[in-house]
């Protein structure tokens, strides 16, 4: 009965990918794509900067929240 159950358990576990040596290394390897070591690329980084104003209403309308979105160019940090 043990027997039976036992292998019913192995016959339904799924199998698994095995993680190979070489896809580990991918990323860490001189050869892979690195563009922050190429000296004459242009590289533009920019930073969002969201503000939110409450304007406030009077007795004939209520007060809403004003969205205000900038996009500034910065230097980049690679």
Do not use: D
């Amino acid at each position: 009965m043990k027997a039976l159950i036992y292998s019913f358990i192995l016959l339904t576990v799924p199998s698994a990918n095995a993680l190979t040596w070489a896809e580990f290394w991918e990323p860490f390897v001189e050869s892979a794509q690195n563009y922050s070591r190429i000296r004459n690329r242009t590289e533009t980084c920019y930073k969002v900067v969201r503000y939110e104003e409450y304007v406030p209403g009077n007795e004939w309308s209520s007060g809403f929240v004003r969205h205000k979105t900038e996009k500034h160019s910065i230097h980049c940090p690679y």
